[in-house]
């Protein structure tokens, strides 16, 4: 079995900065609710991200189990004023109703963005690039 390498890449969106993470130098991407193709995000949601990583270790360290029973957990953060809320989920519901039993992890403050065990996994072994894109903006 190949290793799986995880890599964060910068571009420009619009004229503002980004962060790709990928996967064996792909994008990859998660089944969840709004899951795009892609696992890009500006300045505002790395923040978010940042401002949670301990949040992030616990739900990856227990293969997201818990997330059991706990939402609106929310997040003071006075050094970057990224106050924010999250919220575990256990599984979603698909447009066709079927019901998928995947637990992802999702941040709301100015902005949101959700994530599974995957790309949570990707947000630990990449912390270190994370915070210096934060840092660099």
């Not at 890599?7 to 899951?35: C, H, M």
């Not at 890009?40 to 293969?63: M, P, Q």
């Not at 109703?97 to 637990?103: D, F, L, Q, W, Y």
Request: net charge positive; proline share 3%; charged share 30%.
């Amino acid at each position: 079995m190949d290793k799986i390498h995880y890599e964060a890449r910068r571009g420009v969106y619009k004229g503002n900065p980004t962060l790709e993470i990928l996967k064996n130098g792909e994008p990859f991407w998660e089944e969840l609710p709004g899951s795009k193709r892609q696992f890009i995000f500006g300045v505002r949601k790395a923040l978010l991200i940042s401002a949670c990583y301990d949040y992030i270790e616990k739900y990856v360290d227990t293969n997201g189990l818990m997330c059991e029973g706990m939402s609106n957990i929310a997040i003071k953060n006075d050094e970057r004023k990224t106050d924010c809320v999250i919220n575990f989920h256990t599984g979603f519901k698909k447009s066709n109703g079927a019901r998928v039993e995947s637990p992802y992890m999702e941040i709301v403050g100015t902005t949101k963005i959700s994530f599974g065990l995957k790309k949570a996994e990707a947000l630990l072994l990449l912390k270190h690039e994370l915070k210096n894109f934060v840092g660099s903006h």
